[in-house]
């Protein structure tokens, strides 16, 4: 199995940007699709972005389309969101998420297709 840590959370002002990273260990990581989640307090864990195996497949939530960026670097084991012009409702903490796929394009956005989950890391965005 892949074991994930999330790192690069905090805190920053609206309009600011933050850089989370996921690495990953135990496993091949460019055996699996990526996908990032957050859930603020009392709202169910919500899609972000996701990313295949290979790179170039991509997909973003609506809420953060134009502003995050998600990628990978599988020489090194990890995932990266980049999230520009944040807003207060982007606080949430965001989590990793990671499963085996054959197809090199694959992406999954549904929470229930994940096998493997982080521990998240708090992002807070003040107004």
């Known amino acids: 199995q892949v074991q994930l840590v999330e790192s690069g959370g905090g805190l920053v002002q609206a309009g600011g940007s933050l850089s989370l990273s996921c690495a990953a260990s135990?496993?091949?990581?460019?055996?699996?699709?990526v996908g990032w989640f957050r859930q603020a307090p009392g709202k169910e864990r919500e899609f972000v972005a996701a990313?295949?195996?290979?790179?170039?497949?991509?997909y973003y939530a609506d809420s953060v389309k134009g502003r995050f960026t998600i990628s990978r670097d599988n020489a090194k084991n990890t995932a990266y969101l980049q999230m520009y012009n944040l807003k207060p409702e982007d606080t949430a903490v965001y989590y990793c998420?990671?499963?085996?796929?054959?197809?090199?394009?694959?992406?999954?956005?549904?929470?229930?297709?994940?096998?493997?989950w982080g521990q998240g890391t708090q992002v807070t965005v003040s107004s």
């Open positions: 990313i295949g195996r290979g790179a170039s497949s991509t």
């Open positions: 135990g496993r091949t990581f460019s055996n699996y699709a």
């Open positions: 998420a990671a499963q085996l796929t054959i197809s090199y394009s694959n992406y999954y956005t549904d929470k229930s297709q994940y096998g493997y």
